[in-house]
Structures are given as structure tokens and as C-alpha cells.
């Protein structure tokens, strides 16, 4: 640390708009030191546990057939979920940022309500409309359909959670881009579709894609709202994160650990997908 | 439908958001308000201040307050370093801070349970001062620092990239110290982010489950906060109590979202009147 704020120190004079170098280091020193801790120590734990009991072992516990079956459903939620979370923020954002109307505000409150719900309450009111004592339990035990502790109930639980990420990240684009394009296109001749097809997905493709990651990072990594309507069935209504818990409450933290890295590192590709896009979104420039 | 410029669409697009929002989010949410009007006044008040409950009431939101004032402090610190110095590997550290929005719950949980268990990395250099962290409140407190970090560090960031230096050069010619320009020009500029992402974090935290049930220990009274209580209840098959408790919640819940809310359009408001 005493090396980086010298190099910093000998970068030029210091001005008026600059801390002492003293202060630099220890805020620097802070700062990192902070996310050593919290973020970096973490992470490194993850792959020295999962490994240390060799590759061998590692590559078994991620191969067993139920956390195989774990990782296909944690997939398939994800793959169902982000598609129609997708549609919804887009049509969204084009209802609230091409035209007015009365409760608009209220709408966008609306969408940003999966984000003020703790995950646990997210399983429990589909617990309250499809469980065996829900409003639907009856109906759907009738006709032998099961949504809790089914794939169903996991898809709900899943798509209730990523529910805002796309379309908050549209509104505020669509907003700032304003509808002159659109409205010309339209004025040529062009069709509603043609216009989607070529102005509007064009203008907003990177923000399109930054909230599909973020939709995708979240809706890969749920665990409350999941494990409330899981019902915990291995190989059946297991996903990855509800497997890593299984395994290591039966103290088997090598093969907790071994599940958890591949979830860390589909988070590390999310980061750095979402900084690339973010680079993209900055610098609209540079085309590559 | 008239007069709304020659845009296409907005029937379909506004019925298919507003079904879509109806069917997944407000139909559900609807769901555990009536259930808990089927309780009586009386009923609903017995489930929801028990001892026990009220012990998970005061851990839930003491921690996540705790814990969101730490991350408002080191998240102003790290929003600071990353806007205004320039390090080896800045990139890849702006990169990371967004590693709790990332990472799946249930990952961070067990890895801060190992990381602080007696045994632990950090644990067994704590053990020989009698510092107990994992299974214990103060576990809690570190989980929750964790997921709620972004959150500061992502609202307060974009606020000092545009603060004016022009300001800070104005104070310091004037004859303020650096201290000064910071505490007196500085601060009061940033503050409107850093309460927002104070807040967002304190939300947050509110809610969390997966990070936090592995290191907490679960104990009744002691380490046990309201989201496992719901889910106690849950295995209990009692619906209705676990529906009393999460309504408590939600509607604790919407309240700091309408804050930050309110808060935000009067910041909008102040900022519109202050530019012209």
C-alpha cells in the first residue's frame, strides 16, 4: 500500500483539490483493505475448499447425477424466467416512455415492488395461491397439476424475483433517447414491427443486454423465494444454489464448496459481461 | 386512443404489462393481505408481537441498520478511491464491488460461515480474543454487510464523478483546508445519494435470507431474524402465522420504499429549482 500512494506522491505536485498523500494511502488503504476482506477473501475460499481435496473429487461432485439434475433446472427456471421477464420490460418501456397516461408513476412504483420483498415472503404468496391449502390447491389437486414443490412454483418463484430488472433498465433509457426516431420511421411508411426491428432494438440493445445479465445473474443465484417452494426433492425440485445448501448441512463442504464455485464463477462471467456492456454503453462510439 | 402521436402499440404493450404485473406480482402480493384479514384483530396481534418474534423483529432491522451504516461509511470510502485516484487493477476492482449483486445468496452465506467459523480463516484469528462472529448476531451483521455494499458504493459514485472542482477550487482559495471543503462543499453534495443508497441497503438487508442463514445459527432470541421465522412457520404448516408476520414486514417494507421515494422526487424537485 505505502508503495502505491509514493507512486501517486511522485505523479506530480499536489494541488489544491487533493488530499495529502498521507491521507490518500490510508483511504486507499481503507478502501481495499475493505474489499479485501468482504470480497476477495470470500471468493479465493470458495475454490480452495472446493479444491482441496483434489480434481478428482471436484470433478465428481459436480458431475452426480442430482447436481447434474440441479444445475438442468437452476438453467431451465433461468431460460423460461429472463424470456418473459424480457418481453415485460419491453413492452413496459415502451408504454411508459413513448406515451402518456394517468398512473404512470404509480405503474413504475409497481414494477420496482419485487425489489422491496424479502425473498421468503416472494415463495410465500405463491405458497397462499397454489399450495394444498392455497385458493387454487383444490382445483389444481383435482386435476392433478402441481405448481408448489414442482418446477412450476420454482419458475414463479423465479420470475417474481428477476421481475424488474429488465424494464427498469429500459424506462430510464427510453426516456432519455425520446421518440423522434421512432416517429420518423413511422412517418416514412414503416410498419410497427419494422420500426421495432430496426430503430427501436438497435438504440437500445446495450441496455437491453445489461439487464438481461443482471435478470440472468439474479435468476441463476435465487435462493429464499426458491427453497419456500422447492420442497427440497432431490433431482427433482433441487436447484444448484438449494443442492449447495443440502450438501453442506450434511457437513460435505468439499462438494458444497465444488457446486458453489460454478455459481461464483457464472457470477464472475456476469461481471465481467456486464462491465463490458457498460464499457459499450459509455462509449457508444467505438465500434468493434 | 386518440391523439397519441402516430407511435403504434400502446394498447398491446400497456395491456400485456399491466396483465403480466397483475398475474405475477399483485394477484400473489394480494393474496397475503387477505389471508391475514381472515385472522382476527386479535389473533393477528398474538402472532405477531410473541417474545420471540419481537426478539426477530428488533435483530432483523438492528442488524441490517448496523449494517447499512458501515457500508455507508466504507461505500462512501471506496466510491471515493475509485472516482478520484488512480491505482494498478482500478478496473478490475469496480468490477468486483458489483460481486454481491452476483453472487447467489446461498454461495456467500456458507463461504462467510466457513471464512468466520471457529475454525475458519478469519474465525481462528479472532478466537484467541474471545471475538465470536459466525453463529452468533454480530455473523448477521458481517452478512449483511456484505450483500448491501453495491448498493452504496453504485449510488454515490456517479455523484462524485459530476461534482464540480470548480467548487473545491473556490473553497480552497478561499482558505478552507481540505478537511473543510470536505466536510462543509463536499459532503452536503454527496449526501442525498449516500441516504439513498443507505436506504436501498437497509431495504435490502430487511429481506435477506440466503446469506444470512448459514452463519447466523438460527436461535431463537438470540440469532434468529424474521425471514426464518416465516419459514419456521412455513414447515409448520402454520400459514397463517407465517402470512401475519410477512405482512408486518411488507408493510414495514413498503413504507422505506416510499420514502426513498418521496425522498428522491424532493431531491429531483430541489436540484430543478436550484439549476434555474
Known sequence: ?????????????????????????????????????????????????????????????????????????????????????????????????????????????????????????????????????????????????????????????????????????????????????????????????????????????WGLLYGVILCTARGLGEFGAVSVVSGHIRGLTNTLPLHVEILYNEYNGVAAFACASLLTLLALVMLAAKTFVQWRIDHPGNRV | MRNRGVLPGFGPALGFSLAYLCLIVLIPLSATFIKAAGLSWQAFWETTTTPRVLASYRLTFGASLLAALINAFFGLVVAWVLVRYRFPGKRMVDALVDLPFALPTAVAGITLASLYAPNGWLGSLLAPYGIKVAYTPLGIVIALIFIGLPFVVRTVEPVLQELEQELEEAAASLGASRWQTFYRVLLPAIMPALITGFTMAFARAIGEYGSVIFIAGNMPMVSEITPVLIVGRLEQYDYAGATAIAVVMMVISFILLLVINLFQAWRARRELRGSV
Open chain 1, 1 to 205: 500500500m505505502a508503495t502505491i500512494a509514493a507512486a501517486i506522491v511522485a505523479d506530480s505536485p499536489r494541488r489544491v483539490t487533493e488530499e495529502g498523500p498521507w491521507v490518500r494511502g490510508l483511504l486507499l488503504a481503507i478502501a481495499l483493505g475493505f474489499m479485501a476482506l468482504f470480497l476477495w477473501l470470500p471468493v479465493s475460499l470458495v475454490f480452495t475448499e472446493a479444491l482441496r481435496k483434489g480434481v478428482g473429487i471436484y470433478l465428481a461432485a459436480i458431475t452426480e447425477p442430482d447436481a447434474l439434475a440441479a444445475i438442468r433446472l437452476t438453467l431451465l427456471a433461468a431460460a423460461i424466467a429472463v424470456p418473459l421477464n424480457l418481453i415485460f420490460g419491453l413492452t413496459a418501456a415502451w408504454a411508459i416512455a413513448r406515451f402518456d397516461f394517468p398512473g404512470k408513476g404509480m405503474l413504475v412504483t409497481l414494477i420496482d415492488l419485487p425489489f422491496a420483498i424479502s425473498p421468503v415472503i416472494a415463495g410465500l404468496i405463491y405458497v397462499l395461491m397454489f399450495g394444498a391449502q392455497g385458493w387454487f390447491g383444490p382445483w389444481l389437486a383435482e386435476h392433478d397439476i402441481k405448481i408448489i414443490f414442482a418446477v412450476p412454483g420454482i419458475v414463479l418463484a423465479t420470475i417474481f424475483v428477476t421481475f424488474p430488472f429488465i424494464a427498469r433498465e429500459l424506462i430510464p433509457l427510453m426516456q432519455a433517447q425520446g421518440k423522434d426516431e421512432e416517429e420518423a420511421a413511422i412517418l416514412l411508411g414503416a410498419s410497427g414491427w419494422q420500426m421495432f426491428w430496426r430503430v427501436s432494438l438497435p438504440n437500445i440493445r
